[in-house]
T-cell receptor, first 111, second 116 residues
Framework: SQKIEQNSEALNIQEGKTATLTCNYT??????LQWYRQDPGRGPVFLLL?????KEKRKERLKVTFDTTLKQSLFHITASQPADSATYLC??????????FGAGTRLAVHP | GAVVSQHPSWVICKSGTSVKIECRSL??????MFWYRQFPKQSLMLMAT?????????EQGVEKDKFLINHASLTLSTLTVTSAHPEDSSFYIC????????????FGAGTRLSVL
């Protein structure tokens, strides 16, 4: 079965630095890979989507890369701010209308 | 746009009682709605997928008689936890898909269920 690995340890960085989060998966590549943000006690919020034939996608301070050879996606937040502190989930869209979520990586941006 | 409302946000109930959770898409018609369960520091576990007017599709290991899903309209889906027990205590989250080729899901705020 498909497995998704996100770093379970929290990522602590200084304000203004770039945060990089990793999502690795096993088996076959998804049609799309999505990234969501989840705050404590809240539902996830969609951030970015990248297709299997795209290498990189950007949205404001966010950048996502997708390497189907490495079976990995990287999620970058540039010029990070304390307000970016949250848990970030990657999700695989396996073409049958369901998403498979990773456990998420908690990001803490310190002033 | 794409706002999903989920109620209640928090509920405490006695063991053996039933609890209903509502999920509404406020500004779009949802072709499909999903129900997830999430334990602390764990990923969202899909429980079931529901389409308006048809029976929900449950994931393996999820008891359909325990977790009743009704998708009455294109904007409303409900999850009823029947005869709740303490092990059903969890964070339940719904999401809605507005259709199209990209399966972006819009999530409700979640419901924290505590069964005493």
């Amino acid at each position: 079965s498909q497995k998704i690995e996100q770093n379970s340890e929290a990522l602590n960085i200084q304000e203004g630095k770039t945060a990089t989060l990793t999502c690795n998966y096993t088996n076959y590549s998804p049609a799309y890979l999505q990234w969501y943000r989840q705050d404590p006690g809240r539902g996830p919020v969609f951030l970015l989507l990248i297709r299997e034939n795209e290498k990189e996608k950007r949205k404001e301070r966010l950048k996502v890369t997708f390497d189907t050879t490495l079976k990995q996606s990287l999620f970058h937040i540039t010029a990070s701010q304390p307000a970016d502190s949250a848990t970030y989930l990657c999700a695989l869209d396996m073409r049958y209308n369901k998403l498979i979520f990773g456990a998420g990586t908690r990001l803490a941006v310190h002033p | 746009g794409a706002v999903v409302s989920q109620h209640p946000s928090w509920v405490i109930c006695k063991s053996g009682t039933s609890v209903k959770i509502e999920c509404r898409s406020l500004d779009f018609q949802a072709t499909t709605m999903f129900w997830y369960r999430q334990f602390p520091k764990q990923s969202l576990m899909l429980m079931a997928t529901s389409n308006e007017g048809s029976k929900a599709t449950y994931e393996q290991g999820v008891e359909k008689d325990k977790f009743l899903i009704n998708h009455a309209s294109l904007t409303l889906s409900t999850l009823t936890v029947t005869s709740a027990h303490p092990e059903d205590s969890s964070f339940y989250i719904c999401s809605a898909d507005r259709g199209g080729s990209k399966n972006i899901q819009y999530f409700g705020a979640g419901t924290r269920l505590s069964v005493l």
